[in-house]
């Protein structure tokens, strides 16, 4: 661990102290102005590489969720009450949450970060793993089931998934005009129906038109992503 601290000081030196061969500051900006890895401007890379390992555990707390979630299920069907109304929400948001990890790469296209960006896209992590913390509570015997608890708690549960179809929107700004640009005609329609889902989701009373909702909802997801968001590639 020693020498893992001393590896980080040691890079952390090296990109404050680093000169561009072709580029040097006016005179008229102090040294102590000029932006550094820990100062005021940070450049892309190493920044990024930092909130990246934030973001993996905070997303990796999320899979862990849904996964030993899942186990469990496995492992005591009749306790937990197996629902293919949950079961659908539960490979919805795993899905989800699979692809929106491989496309938070382009973060990387981020040129300066600030702290109100390091928090937002903190935040929109942690939104996943309070939906994933809501579709597996620790505590099921006010319920009985999972289908039942869905029912009963759906509002909260589609609240967060239309916050963060919003939050995606934001996201993608990050990202530059280049992301609206590739994603095309098909992001915008994809925002809306999703919040149209999340609407029905809140309005719909019985366990049939919810299953068929979810069901839809997740062949739409899977389909989206394939044919959207295959590969990273560059513009």
Do not use: N
């Amino acid at each position: 661990m020693a020498e893992f601290i001393r590896y980080l000081t040691d890079v952390s030196t090296k990109v404050d102290t680093y000169q561009h061969p072709h580029f040097s500051w006016p005179a008229s900006v102090s040294a102590s102005r000029q932006p550094t890895f820990w100062g005021w401007a940070m450049q892309t890379d190493p920044v990024f590489l930092h909130i990246r390992v934030v973001m993996g555990i905070i997303l990796g707390l999320s899979i862990t969720t849904l996964l030993k979630g899942l186990a469990q299920i496995i492992e005591h069907p009749q306790r937990r009450g197996c629902s293919a109304l949950h079961l659908c929400w539960v490979a919805w948001t795993l899905v989800s949450l699979v692809t929106f990890w491989w496309w938070e790469f382009r973060l990387i296209e981020v040129h300066r970060w600030t702290f109100e960006t390091y928090l937002f896209v903190i935040a929109y992590c942690a939104a996943w793993f309070l939906l994933c913390a809501l579709l597996f509570p620790d505590d099921l015997r006010e319920f009985g089931s999972y289908g039942t608890y869905l029912m009963q708690r759906r509002r909260w549960i589609f609240s967060v998934i239309a916050a963060l179809t919003l939050l995606d929107l934001v996201d993608t700004a990050i990202k530059g005009q280049s992301r609206w640009h590739l994603l095309g005609q098909a992001y915008p329609l994809h925002t809306a129906l999703m919040l149209v889902v999340c609407v029905l989701g809140w309005k719909l009373r019985t366990a049939r038109a919810q299953v068929v909702l979810a069901g839809v909802a997740l062949a739409y997801q899977v389909g989206y992503f394939a044919a959207e968001y295959f590969t990273i590639g560059s513009d």
